[in-house]
């Protein structure tokens, strides 16, 4: 069926308006609490990704939805099936070099570029000669976490209760599995990194802003990996103070010999 003006217009107009509520809402404050460096940049993504995913996704739906109003079959069906459409024009050349340029150019950027970008944050603070201010080593197992910090203090669902760490600081996370594959994963910071049994991964987090499980449910430390029966359960509340609190936090466990 040849696809006149007022087609081509309306659609347009339906792409539009579909694109510019799209458009809106990514900006809109949907996302989770931002509380750490690395939640920015990921965040930074993933509103660029939607930028230029967003008009690809609603010109599919601008169309599906047009021909299937416009077109759907009124009254007695039909005995048969119409004939085939098959695509030709500039039209299809056209989408197939838009959708084939954005393809290959998220693959560069944010893709490589934002990958070299988070090997060197690990070099650095992960793997490298530098050191984190902060180590603490997360140990996954079915249920339950647990956190030792270099003083020897461990925090977990039965001592301490809560992962505290400082703000403005680099605190990186060795992370260890003694069963199954678990994967720590911090909403609030945008990292996960998951937990292997035999091998150590690492998280390196900059926590930019104040914050606590308690004013934001995103500020917790959770299995994102499927565990067993109970692995709705294996979470712990994360609070981020500052590094006069945090030092008095360490010292009131130690005194009640936690």
């Not at 292997?196 to 299995?223: K, W």
């Amino acid at each position: 069926m040849p696809l006149h003006g007022k087609h081509l217009i309306s659609v347009a107009l339906l792409w539009a308006g579909l694109t510019a509520i799209g458009e809106l809402l990514v900006f809109a404050d949907l996302f989770p609490a931002v509380g750490s460096h690395e939640a920015e940049d990921f965040d930074s993504i993933f509103r660029f990704l939607l930028i230029l995913g967003i008009p690809v996704f609603t010109f599919v739906i601008a169309v599906v939805a047009y021909a299937a109003l416009t077109w759907r079959v009124r009254g007695e069906r039909p005995a048969e099936d119409g004939p085939p459409i098959r695509g030709s024009g500039w039209i299809p050349r056209i989408w197939l070099a838009v959708t084939g340029s954005l393809a290959v150019f998220v693959m560069i950027y944010p893709g490589l570029t934002g990958l070299a970008k988070l090997q060197s944050s690990y070099t650095t603070y992960g793997w490298g000669k530098e050191e984190a201010d902060l180590e603490i080593n997360a140990t996954a197992f079915m249920w339950q976490w647990t956190f030792d910090y270099p003083d020897g203090t461990q925090v977990s669902l039965t001592k301490g209760k809560e992962v505290v760490i400082p703000v403005n600081k680099h605190v990186r996370f060795n992370v260890n599995s003694i069963d199954v594959v678990h994967s720590l994963w911090i909403p609030a910071f945008r990292m996960k990194i998951d937990a292997i049994p035999g091998r150590t991964t690492y998280m390196t987090v900059f926590p930019t802003e104040l914050g606590a499980y308690d004013e934001d449910q995103s500020y917790r430390v959770q299995c994102a990996e499927l565990c067993g029966l109970d692995h709705s359960k294996m979470w712990l509340p994360i609070r981020v103070v500052s590094e006069s609190e945090f030092e008095a936090w360490l010292a009131s466990l130690k005194s009640e010999g936690k």
